[in-house]
């Protein structure tokens, strides 16, 4: 896996603030346990498309289709129960044209309010790979970049890397997208948090930061 940069998010420590936003990642992303979703509990809702369809509530997706039970599946590794740098045997989300990308759109399924955390796992393509979200506006929150891929396209997973943004006044949508070939993604999720939980900003920037520190390392 190549260097990753290492993109803050805009206003931690200034929760005070009428609203919080920005990006997170890119992270490393080898199971559910490496969300930086995961304190958001039953708030978040996280499909791994292992069933074989999108049909986690209040999303749609602009193209794309479920890929599995190919040798060319780049699911997350953990998806087979083992995390062993393989998982041929999962489910993933592929578009065929990485340049015209996936749009995931939201609606306010939570309690009447869109998500105002989301995120997921890019697992294949070429580099670069970009992702930007937009918050209920529909203005940028700002985009990640990332030069992950190792140029392997059967199901290797050391380049899985998770992308994704905050913003507490809530995302409407995010793109991911490529400049060449075809884009493999898996692990979308979202959720949404009335109140900024203590320290939860600070606790996935750091994720990100020790990310950035052993890859340099």
Not at 5 to 17: K, N, Q, T
Not at 33 to 62: C, H, I, K, R, Y
Not at 140 to 161: C, I, R
Request: with cysteine; charged share 10%; glycine share 16%.
């Amino acid at each position: 896996m190549k260097k990753c940069v290492m993109v803050g998010i805009a206003g931690v420590g200034a929760l005070a603030a009428p609203a919080v936003a920005g990006t997170i990642g890119p992270m490393q992303y080898l199971s559910v346990a490496d969300s930086p979703l995961q304190f958001l509990g039953a708030n978040a809702q996280l499909e791994n498309f292992e069933d074989g369809a999108l049909n986690t509530p209040g999303v749609a997706a602009s193209a794309g289709f479920v890929l599995g039970g190919s040798a060319w599946v780049d699911s997350v590794d953990g998806d087979d129960g083992f995390i062993d740098g393989a998982c041929v045997g999962g489910h993933s989300w592929l578009q065929n044209v990485a340049v015209n990308g996936i749009t995931f759109t939201f609606s306010p399924v939570f309690g009447g309010n869109l998500p105002n955390w989301a995120g997921i796992v890019w697992t294949d393509g070429h580099n670069p790979a970009y992702f930007e979200a937009f918050n209920s506006l529909g203005q940028s929150l700002g985009v990640v970049v990332h030069n992950n891929a190792d140029e392997m396209y059967q199901g290797s997973t050391a380049e899985d890397t998770f992308v994704g943004a905050y913003d507490t006044a809530g995302i409407s949508y995010f793109r991911i997208w490529g400049t060449m070939g075809g884009l493999e993604v898996d692990h979308l999720q979202y959720g949404y948090e009335p109140v900024p939980a203590p320290g939860a900003l600070a606790l996935v920037g750091a994720a990100g930061l020790l990310f950035r520190m052993r890859r340099r390392g």
